[in-house]
Antibody, heavy 118, light 113 residues
Framework: QVQLVESGGGVVQPGRSLRLSCAAS????????LHWVRQAPGKGLEWVAV????????HYADSVKGRFTISRDNSKNTLYLQMDSLRAEDTAVYYC???????????WGQGTLVSVSS | DIVMTQSPDSLAVSLGERATINCKSS????????????LAWYQQKPGQPPKLLIY???TRDSGVPDRFSGSGSGTDFTLTISSLQAEDVAVYYC?????????FGQGTKLEIK
């Protein structure tokens, strides 16, 4: 079955960097675009970024553009999110998500918590 | 960016009664070329990731009980739970996937009256 397992979250100071990973299994990873979605504590869902199946196309939310970089390594079945110049408002649970038939999110990981605090 | 606005923000319904959540997009999410509305609904329970309920505005995902239904087109959409069950207590989100950034509504918290 499809599994998405995020890792790499933690507590980080403002202005520092963090890299999240999402290990995918149970499907042909190289056939699917993959997304990051985040949720600040007690708040709603915010789409963060998407990368095409082969990594050639990427799109970002305005709130992270220029600071976050989405990438993937299909040989390792892994999705990444490099987060630079972190801000307090980036504090959230970060989910990776896989679409099915259209860019709606049929499969979700359990999420990894990123806390940006001094 | 397409702004998604849900109403109400919270809702209390008696068990067995109908619950209705509305979602309005700031521009149409209907693709004329395929006549599909690029609109999904999710359910999220505390401590869990969201769960897909409805896509293409009205197609129930596999395993979703038939008391959940989606309707609407263009800019106005509705999620209906025909007979509320205790396990339906959750926050519900709509999402447009017509264009990036793929935006969500602010969420509607559904409780038992």
């Amino acid at each position: 079955q499809v599994q998405l397992v995020e890792s790499g979250g933690g507590v980080v100071q403002p202005g520092r960097s963090l890299r999240l990973s999402c290990a995918a299994s149970g499907f042909t990873v190289s056939s699917y675009a993959l997304h990051w979605v985040r949720q600040a504590p007690g708040k709603g869902l915010e789409w963060v970024a998407v990368i095409s199946y082969d990594g050639s196309n990427k799109h970002y939310a305005d709130s992270v553009k220029g600071r976050f970089t989405i990438s993937r390594d299909n040989s390792k079945n892994t999705l990444y999110l490099q987060m630079d110049s972190l801000r307090a408002e980036d504090t959230a649970v970060y989910y990776c998500a896989r679409p099915e038939g259209g860019p709606y999110f049929h499969h979700w990981g359990q999420g990894t918590l990123v806390s940006v605090s001094s | 960016d397409i702004v998604m606005t849900q109403s109400p923000d919270s809702l209390a319904v008696s068990l067995g009664e109908r619950a209705t959540i509305n979602c309005k997009s700031s521009q149409s999410v209907l693709y004329n070329s395929n006549n599909k509305n690029y609109l999904a609904w999710y359910q999220q329970k505390p401590g869990q990731p969201p769960k897909l309920l409805i896509y293409w505005a009205s197609t129930r995902d596999s395993g979703v009980p038939d008391r959940f239904s989606g309707s609407g087109s263009g800019t106005d959409f509705t999620l209906t739970i025909s007979s509320l069950q205790a396990e339906d207590v959750a926050v519900y989100y709509c999402q447009q996937y017509y264009s990036t950034p793929y935006t969500f509504g602010q969420g509607t918290k559904l409780e038992i009256k």
